[in-house]
């Protein structure tokens, strides 16, 4: 087994562990964490693929700004009660099954593709748009969308942190 394929697994490993984590925490701040490790773990297999551009924009955008404002949101507004939600066994049992179901039809839908043309071995280059041409574009073609959107990543900031602040009329 080849440094590339160790690094591969671990990566996979620690974004399956973050997703696991995710579905059975019961706290909010600990949620967005295990997301940080999902997304980041995402961008990290983009780079496996060979799709560069999609690694970038899946760190920067994900892991950088909607991660953030997430945890922003939920630091600014989480009222702590002292007690988590509960879950009843009528819940949890119809998503076992639903996920089981799913699991069943997606090792169903991979097991007919064959893998043994899968090489882990340098392709040769294809004439795919870079990130240095796609940066070139976002900053001077889609440079008003890309700042708009940016101002309006501010704005729900800017307002999560104004509906969380105390009300001055009940003191």
């Not at 967005?32 to 780079?47: M, P």
């Not at 893998?115 to 882990?120: C, P």
């Not at 040769?124 to 870079?130: G, I, R, S």
């Amino acid at each position: 087994m080849s440094l590339t394929e160790i690094i591969f697994l671990l990566v996979a490993l620690a974004t399956l562990v973050g997703a696991v984590g995710l579905a059975l925490t019961r706290q909010l701040i600990r949620a967005a964490f295990w997301l940080f490790l999902v997304l980041f773990g995402t961008g990290a297999l983009y780079v496996f693929v060979g799709a560069d551009v999609l690694a970038v924009s899946q760190i920067v955008v994900y892991v950088g700004g909607i991660l953030i404002l997430i945890v922003f949101g939920v630091m600014l507004t989480h009222k702590g009660t002292g007690t988590a939600p509960a879950t009843r066994i009528t819940q949890v049992i119809p998503a076992l099954a639903i996920v089981l179901a799913l699991g069943v039809g997606i090792f169903s839908l991979v097991r007919q593709f064959p893998v043994s043309n899968i090489s882990w071995e340098a392709k040769p280059e294809v004439a795919l748009p870079n990130v240095e041409a796609i940066g070139l574009q976002t900053m001077t073609h889609w440079l008003v969308p890309f700042e708009a959107v940016s101002l309006l990543l501010l704005i729900a900031l800017v307002g999560a942190a104004y509906l969380a602040r105390p009300d001055e009329k009940k003191k």
